[in-house]
């Protein structure tokens, strides 16, 4: 009997404990932000962005539709670009001028009918050439089948009608790959991968050794000595950005080497738009660690507004314009974006300064913004 009180005792007794430790756990997560953060809203932001940003699928792609005759067949075929869903055509009127607005990067692809066409097609060889960017090899192959489709249903209209001959192949796609004739996927994605690496260089390892600083308690130390907040930032940056240049200079000589991707751009413009993006990635870093203070946090912000972003929103790997409009927008805020566009033009395509000195005018000032933004909330730290 006694035994049986004895353990119901204690049974009571260790409901008890767990019921104070289950209310001092609450009151410990509600006095911490950073658990709120890391366990409700970090979730949900990784919800958004792999739930609305992962999508192979290509939508509205922009695409020069050049008539060089103006039959009815010629247009039908027309129409049966522009009405797809797949394509936003633009009508132009001579190959030379879609040639230069494709080198400009305002179309990633061109569709030529060519004069003759509705003659040639009475005669059972009419052609059809098709121009696409190959900067981007998965996206290329993806247009490629597009177009390729639009014609087949064009045909396959055209035979339900009569007015083609049921199961002849009556037009024929010429299909042409530039600025990455080899079809290399290699060649799209590592200039991308230099751009992870230099995030990881410069946002992520900045922000967790700035960081371990601040939890130590060696950055309020520096305070108390006469050094000012902006020389403190200058040598936590200065070691950091020669380590980023020096991982930019393997990943170039790594891309040459091993994958013998082409450089047909400058490679001291590529130099210097890697160091405004650096840059960036060091401000950011810096902004991170100065705000939380606090290694893991600073490690879960900065993977999600800087390494995430480059590998979903930067159109390293995913086309940007298949992304719904509210993520579309988004991704305008993220630097990878920017650096990914300059990195392949100069790559692939070369010194295209049309795509090269906007994107670069837009790096300068994110780097601005955000080593402003560092020295005011370290001088902050100081009162």
Known sequence: ??????????????????????????????????????????????????????????????????MEESSDEARELAAGFSLSEYFSTIDVKTMVDAERLLRTAKIDGIARIPADFARDLALGKAEVQ?????????????????AQGAVG???????????????VPQVAVETRLWFNSANNSQHFLVPGLIVLVMTLIGALLTSLVVAREWERGTFEALFVTPVRPIEILLGKTVPYFVLGMLGLGLSIAGSQVLFNVPMRGSLLLLIFVSSLYLLVALGMGLVISSVTRNQFVSSQITLIVSFLPAMILSGFIFD????????????????????????????????????????????AGMALLLMTIAVRSTQKSLR
């Open 1 to 66: 009997m006694s035994g049986t009180t004895s353990g119901t005792g204690g049974t009571l007794a260790s409901l008890a404990r767990i019921g104070a430790l289950i209310r001092k756990e609450s009151y410990q997560v509600l006095r911490d932000p950073s658990s709120i953060i890391v366990g409700i809203v970090m979730p949900m932001l990784l919800l958004i962005l792999f739930g609305y940003g992962l999508s192979f699928d290509v939508k509205r792609v922009p695409l020069a539709v050049v």
């Open 130 to 146: 098709v121009v696409v960017n190959g900067t981007d090899a998965n996206t290329a192959r993806i247009v490629l089948s597009y």
């Open 153 to 167: 249903s064009w045909s396959a209209r055209h035979q339900a009608d009569g007015r083609l001959a049921a199961g």
């Open 320 to 363: 940007i314009r298949s992304m719904p409009e509210v993520v579309r927008l988004i991704s305008y805020i993220f630097p990878a974006r920017y650096f990914v566009s300059v990195l392949q033009t100069l790559f692939l395509a070369g010194n295209v300064w049309s795509v090269v000195l906007p994107n670069a005018a837009v790096l």
